[in-house]
């Protein structure tokens, strides 16, 4: 065996028994959601897509849920025109929850990017979507908020690129892929509290 052999397999030895002395330690998730029995489930509003709140949803409680064991979840349906505290106080006297999730996802109209070449020779033009999404946990009795989380994220629908002042070259993207994978990034942020995590 090479010194330089010898070397590397010193350093692969050395590196696995400082990970045996570090072993990974698992990081309970920030929100324990168990501990308020049965969640009533108000289907997230968006004043552009309805379609796009119902995924939200659907994505948001499967992901919170991901490490928390069993916790109960009831689909309310959607919202009253007007939720405050007494509406959320009749909610959980009908359905016998204790504790409410809403949401709203917002759409933002396109809006475009400009890049150009500091040769001014060529540039590309991106039509960019912005996405939110706000989630909170309130307590039913008291229509409190007792928990809140938000994100946001970006992504281009189409761009055309101008290369030397002649050729153009269009890319576009599917919408409706570009809005899925939206509403994957803002739920994956939203939920980090009910999610564990690893640590050394």
Not at 130 to 144: C, D, H
Not at 167 to 173: D, M, P, Q, R, Y
């Amino acid at each position: 065996m090479t010194s330089r052999a010898r070397f590397t397999l010193g350093l692969l030895l050395a590196s696995a028994a400082g990970c045996a002395q570090h072993p990974a330690v698992r990081i309970p998730p920030r929100v324990d959601l168990s501990q308020h029995e049965t969640i009533g489930v108000i289907d997230f509003r968006s004043p552009s897509n309805v379609e796009l709140a119902s995924l939200a949803t659907e994505r948001f409680t499967e992901s919170a849920r991901r490490d928390q064991g069993l916790v109960r979840m009831l689909d309310l349906g959607p919202s009253p025109s007007a939720l405050d505290a007494e509406a959320y106080r009749a909610l959980g006297r009908e359905h016998g929850v204790q504790t409410i999730l809403v949401g709203e996802l917002t759409i933002s109209k396109t809006r475009p990017s400009v890049r150009i070449d500091s040769s001014l020779r060529s540039g590309s033009v991106a039509a960019i979507v912005e996405a939110t999404l706000a989630v909170r946990l309130i307590e039913a009795s008291s229509g409190a908020s007792i928990w809140s989380g938000s994100a946001r994220a970006t992504d281009s629908l189409g761009q055309l690129n101008v290369l030397g002042g002649e050729n153009v070259a269009v890319g576009t993207g599917d919408k409706q892929s570009v809005y899925t994978a939206l509403v994957e990034q803002l739920v994956e942020q939203a939920t980090s509290d009910f999610h564990a995590h690893w640590t050394r």
